[in-house]
């Protein structure tokens, strides 16, 4: 059992939680994730390690409240214990000496992208981070990123913080002007996708990290298959990360509307229930 040290609201829907996690904590890597479930009879679900304490041996998950299981994990509270939590999973991001890279959070993804962005500050490369949301609310890690990056672009779509407009914007404004050597995005895949379309057209390698559905985490199921420049990879351990460049994201995007209608009815299910009749219970 994994005891939920500090939670925190960050935006609305936006939950942190620390969990303490002494094995994970020791060996997770920026760029890889936990497969999780809240509940023994759960569903299973994979959240990036945001951040990892070895002092208080403990992980950090950002999460959206978008479905059954990311509520019902909102709900519970500092002492609460999650059933269990398997990883650190997935391959580490390369972190090297590029030169100057650029980091592209959207909305939940900020706070996914800064252990890759804190890494690359640390081996020396020059940051720019441009991080974006819906509205000032939802730009979270602000701080955080401000403080591992050379410079730092904030846009929002209904322009209540930093600039009025996409990530994709600040992004193209820069790539007109400087060279870039390497780009990573982290967000909504349609946010990945444009991303990389944009990129291409400057030839910048552009890592993207990839968020399929997930069911086992080890290859088996298939549920995570994506199609990387024309071959089968399995995102769970082939990634997270891809190049940007090979990724068949409209298949992506189709893929992830697969189980629409059920995941739709578990959380009508879920919310008539108020959590009751999913098997869980603080005790
Ligand atoms: C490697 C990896 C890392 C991830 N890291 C994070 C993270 O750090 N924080 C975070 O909030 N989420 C992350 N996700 C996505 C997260 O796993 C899903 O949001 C979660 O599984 C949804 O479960 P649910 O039961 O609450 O909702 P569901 O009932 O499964 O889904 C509800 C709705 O949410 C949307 N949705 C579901 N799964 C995804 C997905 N994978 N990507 C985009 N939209 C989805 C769909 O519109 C769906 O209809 C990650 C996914 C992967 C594969
Ligand atoms: S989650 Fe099953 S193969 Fe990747």
Known sequence: MFEIIVKKELAPN??????KAPLIARKALPGQFVILRVYEKGERIPLTIAEKNIETESITIVFQEVGKTTKLLGKLRVGDKISDIVGPLGN????????????????????????????????????????????????????????????????????????????????KEILEKRKIDRIWAVGPT???????????AYHVPTIVSLN?????????????????????????????????????????????????????LALRLFEESEGEKVGYSKS
Do not use: Q, W
């Open 92 to 171: 580490p991001s390369e972190i090297e000496r590029f030169g100057v890279v650029i980091g592209v959070g959207g909305g939940v993804g900020i706070a996914a992208l800064y252990p890759i962005l804190k890494g690359l500050k640390e081996k020396g490369n020059y940051v720019i981070s441009i991080i974006g949301g819906r509205s000032a609310n939802y730009v979270i890690f602000r701080e955080e990123i401000e403080k591992i990056s050379d410079e730092i672009y904030v846009t929002t779509d209904d322009g209540s913080l930093g600039r009025k407009g996409l990530v994709t914007d600040v992004l």
């Open 212 to 264: 399929p559905i997930m069911v086992d985490g080890t290859g088996m199921c298939g549920g995570c298959r994506v199609t990387v420049g024309g071959k089968i990879r399995f995102t769970c351990v082939d990634g997270p990360e891809f190049d940007g460049h090979l990724v068949d994201f409209d298949e992506l995007l189709t893929r992830l509307k697969t189980y629409k209608d059920e995941e739709t």
């Open 190 to 200: 349609i946010m990945m996708k444009v991303v990389s379309d944009l990129t291409k």
């Open 14 to 19: 936006v939950k942190l939680i620390e969990v």
